[in-house]
C-alpha cells in the first residue's frame, strides 16, 4: 500500500514536477521577499515577459510538430524596425498590417523550405536567423530607428496602456494563450501537429497533409513574432536593429522547461506558458534577492537539464542512461 | 570516388568566390590593392583562426551525432581565467612563466567545462542539444559571475610577441589552426576512436550492438571541442588581451554555419575535416570579398544565411539516390 502510495506520487512529481519547482520556487521567493507575491510585482512580471512569452506560443507549435526555429529573435528585430519605419511614412494605422504581412511572408518561405522541400529545420532557420538579420540592416541602413511624434502617437496603446486596469501586452498573451491553446487540443488541425511531430511517416499514411501542417506551424510562429515586434515597438516607440537577438535561445529554453519535447510530439501551450513564467519569476526573484542579473543564467542551467532528465527518467523508468 | 567529390565541392565554391571577387574587385573595389595577394590572403587566414579552431572541434562532435552550442560560453569563459590567473599572487615569483600557466589553466578549464557537458550528455540521456543549450546559459552566467560585467585585461608585452610571431610571414594562429586541422584529420581518419565517432553517428543502435562503447567516446569528443574553444580563446586574446563577458557570442553559430558548409551532417556519420577547413575558409572569403567590393555586413549576413540554403537544398537534391525519402 505504502509502496503504491509512493510510486503514485513519484508519478505525479515526475509528470508535474515542473508544477512543483514552480510552486517550490514562488514559495521560496516569497519568503524571502515580502514584496515577490506583490500584485504590482506579479503584473510587472507578467508584463516584461509578455514578448519572449508570445514568441514562445508559436514556437511551442513549431517544436510540437518536430521541428526548430532559430530564426525568431531576427524576425522580430525585423518586424520592430519595419513597424516603426512604416509609422512615420504611412501612419501606423497601415503600417502595422503591412509588418504582419511582410514578418508572415518570411515566415511562409521558412515553412516552404521546412515543409515542402523538407529541408533541416536547423540548418535553415540558423541561415534565415543570419539572412534577415542582414535584411534588416540593409532594411534600416544600420540606423536606430524611432518616431518622430511619440508623445502624439496612438500607436503606443499596445505597449504602454491599460485596459481596466490590465496592461495590454499582458490582454494580448492571455487572448493569444487561450485562442492557440484552443486551437492546438480542440481543433483537427491541433491533432494534426501532433500527429505529424510524433510520428512524421504514420502521419503520412493516415492521410495528414505533412508539409502543410509543418508549414502552417511557421505561419503560426511568424505571427507571434509580429505580435510580439509590435508589443516591442509600441513600448520602445524606438529601437536599434539587434532587439530581438538572442531571443531564439530564451525562447527554446522556455518551451523545453515547459516540457515540450525537441524530438516532437509533445507540449501544450499551457506548459510554455508555465515555461514562460518560470524563466520570468525566476529572474525578478533572484533580482528582488539581490543578486545580480546573471545569476538567473547560472539557475536557469540547472533548471533546465533537472527538468528535461527528471522528465527523461520519468519514462524510462530509472534515473540513468543505461547507454554504456 | 564519391566522397572526395563531395569533400571537393567546398574548395569548388573557394575558387569560385576567389574568382569572383578578383574579377568583381577589378571594377568594384575602392582600393588599388588586388584581392588576392599574399598578405590578403596570409590575414584571411590568420583571421578564420578563432572560428576554424572550434569549428575542428564542431565537426567531430557532430560526426558523432551530437551538438555543442556552448562554445561561445567555453571561449569567453577560457579567457578570461588565462588572463586572470596570470594575476593571481601565487604565481608572481614566475615571471614570464606565468603565461604558459595560465595557458595551461585555460586548456584544463575548457577540457573540463567539456566534460562536464559529455557527462550529463552520456550519464542523463538528455538530447545534446538542451544539455548544451542549457551550459550556453550557465557558462555564460559564470563568465559575468568571474568579473561582473567588467573587462577583463591583462596585456603580456611577451604574450603578445609570441601570439603575434610569425615564421616566413605565417603568424602563430594560423599555423595553430593549420596543426590543429591535421591533428584532428588524423584523429577522425587514422585511429579506431575517430572510426567509432563515425559508427556511432551513424547508427547508435549498431555501434552498441557492435561492442562499442558510445558514452565514453562521446564524453572525449566533448573534452575535446572544450579544449579547442579553449585553444582558440588563447590563441586570440594572448594577443588582444582583454577580454569582455559579452565575447564569443553567437560564436556557436558562426561555427555550425562553418561545418554544415563544409558539408557535415547534422544527423551524424558522415563529414570530414578538411571539408570543415575549406567551409571556414570559404566564409571568410565572403566576408572579406564583399567588404573588398564595398558590400557592408548586412550583405555578409543575407549572403551567407542565403549560402546555407543553398546548400542545404543542393546536398539534399544530389543525394536523393538511395534515401528516396517518403513522398507526400
Known sequence: ?324 | MKPYLKQSAIWGFVVLELIFFSVAGEFLSLSDKAFMDLDNMLLLFKQSAPIGIIALGMTVVMINGNIDLSVGAIFALCAIIMLDSMKWPIFAGLGDWVILVGWLLALLSGMVLGLINGLIVWKTGVDAFIVTLGSMLGYRGLVFMYNGENPTSNLNWTMVDIAEADILGIETPTIVFVICTILVWLLMTRTVHGRNAYAIGDNREAAVNAGIRVGPHMVWNFVLIGFLAALSAVVFYSASGSVNPNDGTLYELWVITAVVLGGTKLTGGSGSVIATFGGVIAIQLLRKGLGHIGADTAMVNLVIGLILIAVLFLDRQLNRKGKEELRT
Open chain 1, 1 to 324: 500500500m505504502a509502496e503504491t502510495r509512493a510510486k503514485t506520487i513519484g508519478q505525479f512529481l515526475a509528470r508535474q514536477g515542473i508544477l512543483v519547482a514552480f510552486v517550490l520556487f514562488m514559495i521560496g521567493f516569497a519568503l524571502a521577499n515580502g514584496r515577490f507575491l506583490g500584485i504590482d510585482n506579479i503584473m510587472g512580471v507578467v508584463r516584461s515577459s509578455a514578448i519572449l512569452g508570445v514568441i514562445a506560443l508559436g514556437v511551442t507549435f513549431v517544436v510540437i510538430s518536430g521541428n526548430l526555429d532559430l530564426s525568431v529573435g531576427s524576425m522580430m528585430s525585423f518586424s520592430t524596425i519595419v513597424v516603426l519605419d512604416l509609422h512615420d511614412k504611412i501612419g501606423p494605422a497601415l503600417a502595422i498590417p503591412a509588418m504582419f504581412a511582410m514578418t508572415m511572408a518570411l515566415g511562409a518561405l521558412i515553412g516552404f523550405l521546412v515543409g515542402y522541400l523538407k529541408l533541416n529545420s536547423l540548418i535553415v532557420t540558423l541561415g534565415m536567423l543570419s539572412a534577415i538579420h542582414g535584411l534588416t540592416l540593409t532594411y534600416s541602413g544600420g540606423k536606430n530607428m524611432d518616431i518622430d511624434d511619440k508623445a502624439g502617437t496612438w500607436f503606443s496603446f499596445f505597449g504602454q496602456d491599460s485596459v481596466l486596469g490590465i496592461p495590454v501586452p499582458i490582454l494580448v498573451i492571455a487572448l493569444l494563450a487561450v485562442l492557440l491553446s484552443l486551437l492546438l487540443s480542440r481543433t483537427p488541425f491541433g491533432r494534426k501537429v501532433y500527429a505529424v511531430g510524433g510520428n512524421g511517416v504514420a502521419a503520412t499514411f493516415s492521410g495528414i497533409p505533412r508539409a502543410r501542417v509543418v508549414f502552417m506551424c511557421y505561419l503560426i510562429s511568424a505571427f507571434c513574432v509580429a505580435v510580439a515586434g509590435l508589443l516591442q515597438a509600441s513600448r520602445s516607440l524606438g529601437s536599434q536593429n539587434t532587439v530581438g537577438q538572442g531571443t531564439e535561445l530564451d525562447v527554446l529554453a522556455a518551451v523545453i522547461l515547459g516540457g515540450a519535447s525537441l524530438l516532437g510530439g509533445s507540449g501544450t501551450i499551457f506548459k510554455t506558458v508555465i515555461g514562460v513564467l518560470i524563466l520570468g519569476f525566476i529572474q525578478n526573484g533572484l533580482l528582488l534577492v539581490g543578486l545580480a542579473f546573471y545569476v538567473q543564467y547560472v539557475v536557469t542551467w540547472v533548471i533546465i537539464i533537472l527538468a528535461v532528465w527528471l522528465d527523461i527518467a520519468a519514462k524510462r523508468g530509472r534515473l540513468l542512461s543505461p547507454i554504456a
